[in-house]
């Protein structure tokens, strides 16, 4: 497989840039995932010590990826503490 590849990249150059973005595309959204998967806070791998991880964070955490105008060190939360 990786041979007929090789081949056909030596033979058609054109092709190589495709094959760069398209590793690279995957590549981005295989770490988003990721990330994802360990940051986000709706998601919960440890049932037993930290069942409900999205009343343990505090206002200031900023879990979004990309956050316009808002500055979370000024934030104040405004429900009850659990």
């Known amino acids: 497989m990786l041979s007929t590849i090789s081949r ?3 033979t058609h150059p054109a092709l190589i840039p495709l094959f760069v973005f398209i590793g690279g595309g995957a590549t981005m959204s295989m770490l988003y995932l990721a ?4 940051r986000n806070p709706d998601v919960c791998w440890d ?3 930290n069942p ?3 009343n343990k964070m505090a206002p200031t ?3 979004k990826f ?3 105008n808002i500055d979370y060190s000024k934030l104040k939360k405004n429900g009850p503490d659990f």
């Open 52 to 54: 409900e991880p999205w």
């Open 35 to 38: 990330r994802l998967a360990l």
């Open 61 to 63: 955490d900023q879990y």
């Open 8 to 10: 056909q990249l030596r």
């Open 47 to 49: 049932r037993k010590n």
């Open 66 to 68: 990309y956050a316009v």
